[in-house]
Nanobody, 127 residues
Framework: QVQLAESGGGLVQAGGSLRLSCAAS????????VGWFRQAPGKEREFIAG????????TYADSVKGRFTISRDNAENTVYLQMNSLKPEDTATYYC????????????????????WGQGTQVAVAS
């Protein structure tokens, strides 16, 4: 079982930056791959970024590639999402999600692959 809690959301001007954190409970954090998703009002939840168990492998949606960076600190049971050059279209509720992964190298952008979800943190980007 993994419990996740996001933090770091807020209101920022276009072009600004935010760093989201996803803190996980439990002693199995190094066994899970983690993803960040977001959902804007009236839209489906979409994959943003994923990181494997070891933290060496990452994947990104095209819409955020080059602007967002996912990283993890297994000693602190935390995954981060550094968001730079924010745009109004990045406005959404951001969720982190986790899945137990046998391979330490695998990542996934599939919503259904993730069994554990946080409550979300809101990000608003003003133009």
């Amino acid at each position: 079982q993994v419990q996740l809690a996001e933090s770091g959301g807020g209101l920022v001007q276009a072009g600004g930056s935010l760093r989201l954190s996803c803190a996980a409970s439990g002693r199995t954090f190094s066994s899970v791959a983690v993803g960040w998703f977001r959902q804007a009002p009236g839209k489906e939840r979409e994959f943003i970024a994923g990181i494997n168990r070891r933290g060496a492998g990452t994947t990104y949606a095209d819409s955020v590639k080059g602007r967002f960076t996912i990283s993890r600190d297994n000693a602190e049971n935390t995954v981060y999402l550094q968001m730079n050059s924010l745009k109004p279209e990045d406005t959404a509720t951001y969720y982190c999600a986790a899945r137990f992964a046998i391979s330490p190298y695998s990542t996934s952008n599939a919503y259904n692959d993730y069994a554990y979800w946080g409550q979300g943190t809101q990000v608003a980007v003003a133009s």
